[in-house]
T-cell receptor
Framework: EAQVTQNPRYLITVTGKKLTVTCSQNMNHEYMSWYRQDPGLGLRQIYYSMNVEVTDKGDVPEGYKVSRKEKRNFPLILESPSPNQTSLYFC????????????FGEGSRLTVL | AQKVTQAQTEISVVEKEDVTLDCVYETRDTTYYLFWYKQPPSGELVFLIRRNSFDEQNEISGRYSWNFQKSTSSFNFTITASQVVDSAVYFCALSEPSGGYNKLIFGAGTRLAVHP
């Protein structure tokens, strides 16, 4: 089954404790991206990657890091989480062709205390 | 300024009513894509439709229909004879070449509650 898998799905952590949200897709997509969803703001892009070793900032990259060492994986790293990073996070992928539908993971709900 | 505006924050209807969700967008590009996604209470994002800016034909899929009006920069979504299972948050989104098509710009979403 074609899918984007995120882990963990739910996480409660404390300020400053580094964490990684993993994302893996099995559709051989070149493009991958991370979004965060906050009430009243919709979804906003954090980072995206056009292919292996090619990443770029989205609209809200502060406090996040990403890496793309393999085509299928695109982890999101919070080096020192803060309460304002409490949010619902989505990973997404699509083929490299422009304008294509994004396939989203099921979401990871993160709470930073 | 918001590029994608969904002015209706919440809509409440009774089952079998028709409901229209509004979406107004802003772009300087002549070519772009518009999308609708559904987020049911379980939280995942479900793709509903993609529309190319050159294709102004309205589309119907079962009880769902979409009205794309380039002249008014609107891409409205209508659910006919709504059902309880339609209860969800609906997002309209824009992808444009001036952003390299590298992201979807989402509206804030409209929460639809369909009551029995």
């Amino acid at each position: 089954e074609a899918q984007v898998t995120q882990n963990p799905r739910y996480l409660i952590t404390v300020t400053g404790k580094k964490l990684t949200v993993t994302c893996s897709q099995n559709m051989n997509h070149e493009y991958m991206s991370w979004y965060r969803q906050d009430p009243g703001l919709g979804l906003r892009q954090i980072y995206y990657s056009m292919n292996v070793e090619v990443t770029d900032k989205g609209d809200v990259p502060e406090g996040y890091k990403v890496s793309r060492k393999e085509k299928r994986n695109f982890p999101l790293i919070l080096e020192s989480p803060s309460p304002n990073q409490t949010s619902l996070y989505f990973c997404a992928s699509r083929p490299i062709e422009s304008g294509g539908e994004l396939f989203f993971g099921e979401g990871s709900r993160l709470t930073v205390l | 300024a918001q590029k994608v505006t969904q002015a209706q924050t919440e809509i409440s209807v009774v089952e079998k009513e028709d409901v229209t969700l509004d979406c107004v967008y802003e772009t300087r590009d002549t070519t772009y894509y518009l999308f609708w996604y559904k987020q049911p209470p379980s939280g995942e994002l479900v793709f509903l439709i993609r529309r190319n800016s050159f294709d102004e034909q309205n589309e119907i899929s079962g009880r769902y229909s979409w009205n794309f009006q380039k002249s008014t920069s609107s891409f409205n979504f209508t659910i006919t004879a709504s059902q309880v299972v339609d209860s969800a948050v609906y997002f309209c989104a824009l992808s444009e070449p001036s952003g390299g098509y590298n992201k979807l710009i989402f509206g804030a979403g409209t929460r639809l509650a369909v009551h029995p």
